[in-house]
């Protein structure tokens, strides 16, 4: 766990995506397998759940919102992505894929193009989901499962879309990103050229 400007970082455990903490926010919230973990490093961190009010989901995998039923907290969710999990559809949630299941979860939020969540600004970037949202502060990214360091991207064979990604990774190539914090795997500066790898990368994919 460790932390960059204000937003403390932990790490995914397990099958779990990395969780993100600021202010009052809590971006992902893993599998729900490893919540002791998550609570004890945020309380670690010197923050406590209680500081928490909101929950934004970077896409609607079971990997990023299992915990989401642990919380006691508003949930925001791009509209795309929000009618699976009011629907509880287990397929679409990759909870099948984790032999696990997903009850119903109203989202209290759905977020748009635009919006913003205290200093970051919400970016559509389909290709992993149709729903998938960064956040940019005009600094640090918080990507989801659209790019990740190394020049990584989302898999598009769940039900995403490969022209998509391109598109919403040629997009954020062209951001200034100093760091990058990506939906898996480490945080790290020098963000941009990261991206622009992954950008680079995936014209070459199918």
Known sequence: MTKINDIIIIEGMGYDSNVYVF????VDTGTGQNMDYILKSIQEA???????????????????????????LEVAMHTNDAQALEEGDQDALL???????MEKMKVDLKLEEGNKVHDFEV???????????????GETLISG???????????VDLGGDMDEMRQSLERLSKLDVQYLLPGHGPAVEDGSR?????????TGYY
């Open 23 to 26: 202010e009052d926010v809590i």
């Open 145 to 155: 499962d659209t790019v990740f360091s190394g020049g990584g991207f989302g898999r």
């Open 194 to 202: 990261h991206i622009k790898m992954a950008c680079e990368i995936s």
């Open 123 to 137: 970016l559509l970037t389909p290709g992993h989901t149709s729903g998938s949202i960064c956040l940019y502060d």
């Open 46 to 72: 010197g923050k406590s759940v209680d500081d928490l009010s909101l929950i934004v989901n970077t896409h609607n995998h079971y990997d990023h919102i299992g915990g989401n039923r642990y919380l006691d």
């Open 95 to 101: 909870a099948t894929m984790f032999g696990k299941s």
